[in-house]
T-cell receptor
Framework: AQTVTQSQPEMSVQEAETVTLSCTYDTSESNYYLFWYKQPPSRQMILVIRQEAYKQQNATENRFSVNFQKAAKSFSLKISDSQLGDTAMYFCAFWNYGQNFVFGPGTRLSVLP | KAGVTQTPRYLIKTRGQQVTLSCSPISGHRSVSWYQQTPGQGLQFLFEYFSETQRNKGNFPGRFSGRQFSNSRSEMNVSTLELGDSALYLC?????????????FGPGTRLTVL
């Protein structure tokens, strides 16, 4: 079964600085999708970024980018120019065809003024 | 376009009772997935419905069931509630099944079992 690990339960970063959240996963599949979701306090979960495993180019969405290392089964999220609104729980997730979404335990990120 | 809505937002039940939660997806979305979120187990997939058919099911006991109607609205039912069923239940909708399209999450239903 696929597993997703996020080794940093909590992190903090100063406003305007850069922070990287770690995620590793375990799978024997070759084609799959990886995601980062953001769950702000008392607000709905939203998709931050998605990466398809067969694409070698790292996905980027404005200030959010990933470092996808397929061989190492690593999928880290980099947030540049951190903003107060980035304060949230961040979940790394894995999905492949015929399987269910598997989420990591989450990393609580606090952006400090 | 209205987002995913879930009703009720909060619910308190006692052990042994049953409960039904409702999820209305974004208009045009045909896939609805349900998740259970707890501090101890994190976010766990319950099941997915697409065009009124259950596509995938997570590792939950048979007390957890669901259905989807022709208008894509979905309900989740938990029978014989246990204390451990206390959780935030999230639903998410998307155009197609699986990860082909972005999932949009609802605000969740907070279930407390006493």
């Amino acid at each position: 079964a696929q597993t997703v690990t996020q080794s940093q339960p909590e992190m903090s970063v100063q406003e305007a600085e850069t922070v990287t959240l770690s995620c590793t996963y375990d799978t024997s599949e070759s084609n799959y999708y990886l995601f980062w979701y953001k769950q702000p306090p008392s607000r709905q979960m939203i998709l931050v970024i998605r990466q398809e495993a067969y694409k070698q180019q790292n996905a980027t969405e404005n200030r959010f980018s990933v470092n996808f290392q397929k061989a190492a089964k690593s999928f880290s999220l980099k947030i540049s120019d951190s903003q107060l609104g980035d304060t949230a729980m961040y979940f790394c997730a894995f999905w492949n065809y015929g399987q269910n979404f598997v989420f990591g335990p989450g990393t609580r990120l606090s952006v400090l003024p | 376009k209205a987002g995913v809505t879930q009703t009720p937002r909060y619910l308190i039940k006692t052990r042994g009772q049953q409960v039904t939660l409702s999820c209305s997806p974004i208009s045009g979305h045909r896939s609805v997935s349900w998740y259970q979120q707890t501090p101890g187990q994190g976010l766990q997939f319950l099941f997915e419905y697409f065009s009124e058919t259950q596509r995938n099911k997570g590792n939950f006991p048979g007390r957890f069931s669901g259905r989807q109607f022709s208008n894509s609205r979905s309900e989740m039912n938990v029978s014989t509630l246990e204390l451990g069923d206390s959780a935030l239940y999230l639903c998410a909708s998307s155009l197609r099944s699986g990860a082909l399209d972005t999932q949009y999450f609802g605000p969740g239903t907070r279930l407390t079992v006493l």
